[in-house]
């Protein structure tokens, strides 16, 4: 079986072209859900969280995504502390799955996975792009960030012209009906390397 990783910045559309490949009956794990659903889950994450960011980690036995989110953004340390923490686990997390499935290829949609050094995990690397203001765009519509927020999140992953090296194939996102072709176009190549 083929592993790919699927990443791109925040805004890329990551999510979307997820979804076009599994409409092509390709299993995609989500790396942030399930990462959301770990640290909700796994006592030995919880315990690592609350050790690192405190008793406000966990609000009403759910995870406080905005204390977080305010504790590790503007301090790369503590995002790496806490990457360090959940990262191995999700890995470990999405290698059980993939061995559950039985397809050629499946995928593993990932934000962080050049800045983790991750791509020589994968068969094959893509790399999802799109200019910065349309990505800015993209999520201030779909959440309550703020355009600071997501720049200063964008400043916590690499720059695309960085990846672009890095990747085996690239997509630029930013018309979906061009999108979907490239999707397909990638799909029959990764079946002809199976």
């Known amino acids: ?13 990551k999510s979307t072209i997820a979804a076009m490949f599994h409409e092509l009956g390709v299993p995609v794990y989500n790396s942030d859900e ?11 994450i919880r315990k690592q969280l609350v050790e690192l960011l405190g008793k406000k980690t ?25 990457n360090h923490i959940v990262h191995p686990i999700v890995r470990k997390d999405f290698i059980k799955w993939a061995k559950k499935q039985n397809t050629p290829y499946v995928i593993q949609e990932t934000a962080l996975l050049f800045e983790n050094n991750a791509q ?24 309550e960030s703020t355009k600071e927020q997501i720049v200063a999140r964008m400043n916590n992953q690499l720059d695309d012209e960085n990846k672009l090296e890095l990747a085996d194939f690239v997509i630029e996102n930013i018309d979906l009906k061009s999108t979907a072709l490239k999707v397909l176009n990638i799909h029959e190549r990764i079946l002809a390397e199976c």
């Open 34 to 44: 399930r990462a959301k659903h770990l640290m909700n889950t796994s006592k030995k």
């Open 120 to 143: 020589k995990l994968y068969d094959a690397v893509i790399l999802i792009t799109a200019p910065k203001e349309l990505r800015i765009a993209r999520v201030l519509s779909r959440d």
């Open 58 to 82: 966990y609000l009403d036995d759910k995870l406080n995504r905005t204390f977080i989110a305010k504790k590790v953004f503007n301090d790369t340390d503590l995002l790496e502390q806490l």
């Open 1 to 13: 079986m083929i592993v790919v990783g699927l990443t791109g910045g925040i805004g890329s559309g």
